[in-house]
């Protein structure tokens, strides 16, 4: 079985496919025979989840940082034994059908890079917006033929609540963000929450607009934990992907045929 890791700022994702060679060819056919998350600070559950599988290669991105893929390794060693080979998955200029076309492919952040992979398998011969909305929101632009044309960074939800404040003297931490809000909101705390969702909305919808004045008809792919709010707001196509990345290493491990090749660390 391969054993595919989406290690985050925030989250640790982590599937085995029914069939390790064999990637799903739409967003439906999806199937998973483990899968699970924890939080990145709490790998220590891992071994618990992973006990018994009979693990025989595995494919990891991370972009947490060398300690957390340091953890992540040890974590595996342990459970597995130092004989299952690891790849850590990196961006190239060109895999499974996607061309990279970062200035230096490789500064492409490899969940990027897996995620605009795994929604150019499912969503083939369209041009596209990936929207991945985590602890940062990436809004990436992919042409029909598979060109990865370069993207934007903002931060994610939460982090631009809890930039308002600490840098501001009045305006109150939120802890959670009103999945209804509305435009004009009649108190601070749902004004916060309304300006946030507005910035990302908008911040998305000005992305497609742009790539479709290149390009024509463009789908917009929403991934990650703001997705399913974020879908209410927004007034373009959109399709929402869960585990993005885990389905982009899936389709690179099966383009490979040999998904444990060692990449460098990303």
């Known amino acids: 079985m391969l054993l595919l890791i989406d290690a985050g700022n925030t989250l640790v994702k982590w599937a085995v496919p029914e069939h390790a060679m064999q990637p799903p060819a739409y967003p439906g056919a999806v199937r998973w025979r483990h899968s699970g998350v924890v939080a990145s600070a709490d790998l220590a559950q891992l071994a618990q989840a992973w006990q018994g599988m009979d693990i025989r290669g595995v494919m990891l991105s991370n972009v947490a940082g060398a300690a957390l893929g340091d953890g992540l390794l040890a974590l595996l060693f342990s459970v597995f034994g130092r004989q299952v080979p690891i790849a850590w998955f990196a961006s190239v200029p060109e895999l499974a059908g996607v061309r990279n076309g970062y200035r230096n492919p490789a500064q ?19 041009a596209l917006i990936v929207a991945t909305c ?30 308002l404040a600490r840098n501001t003297a009045q305006l109150p931490k939120i802890e959670k963000i009103d999945p209804f809000s509305t435009p004009f909101a009649d108190n601070t705390s749902d004004a916060i929450g309304s300006g946030c969702i507005a910035a990302q909305a908008g911040a998305i919808e000005r992305a497609v607009a742009a790539h479709r004045a290149q390009q024509g008809s463009v789908l917009c792919v929403l991934a990650g934990g703001a997705a399913s709010m974020l879908l209410n707001y927004l007034a373009v196509p959109c399709e929402k992907v869960d585990n993005l990345v885990l389905i982009g290493l899936h389709v690179a491990a099966a383009e490979l045929n040999q998904p444990f090749t060692v990449f460098p660390l990303c």
Do not use: N, W, Y
């Not at 940062?136 to 930039?163: N, R």
């Open 108 to 126: 492409l952040g490899c969940d990027r890079f897996a995620a605009a992979i795994g929604a150019h398998a499912l969503f083939p011969r369209q």
């Open 134 to 163: 985590g602890t940062a929101t990436t809004i990436d632009a992919l042409t029909a033929a598979g060109k990865f044309v370069g993207g934007m960074i903002l931060p994610g939800l939460g982090l631009m609540a809890s930039a």
